[in-house]
């Protein structure tokens, strides 16, 4: 009688992995594989949610903003001594023409024109002008009247030593209907830190 062959040991039971579940650990790792492929395919494709690209305008394109319609013409720095200012300081001056498109008379300054429009700093935040002065019909206006045409300047103060040459400037966009804590329906900016524009400006700027 011939002896038996030696039987191998048995590993570890922590070693120990039975064929089932061989496989359905396979199943995650060729999907995990696809993903891996299949994501940058989609990122470059557009299948996935990417951040939303602003409508890039040129100087001189009207920009319908909803509550008004805007059209910007040019970008300069200027010295000139506003109502808050003790004395004449220095401004980049953003020259626009501005439509009413509301049924009723609506300010340059807060609650209008100067909640609808925005410059983006270096950080990349968007802040309002420091004032807004118009001309209409060859006198000087506050306010935009239905269908009479403005033109305005927009300004932001500089510093003493400020001297950008580009100017980056966003027209945002106004929805007309109730807000989310009352129901009054009236014109509202959508999103004052610059998340939906009516158009993107990049202007040069000129000296004084």
Known sequence: MQPSPPVAPLPPASQQVDEPARRRFLVPAVVVGVVAVLLPVLWLTGGLDQTPQQPERSPGQAVDAGKFTVTVHEARIQTAKTISDRKPERYVVVRVRVVNNDKETVSLGVGGLRDGIAARTKAG????????????????????????????????????ADAPTTFTVGVLTWEYGTGFTDNEYKWRVVDKSGGKLAGLLTLPVAGP
Do not use: H, Q
């Open 125 to 160: 935040k968007w802040v309002p002008p420091d004032d807004v002065n118009g001309t209409a019909t060859g006198g000087k206006v506050n306010a935009v009247e239905p269908g009479l045409p403005v033109e305005a300047s927009v300004m932001w103060r500089m510093g003493p």
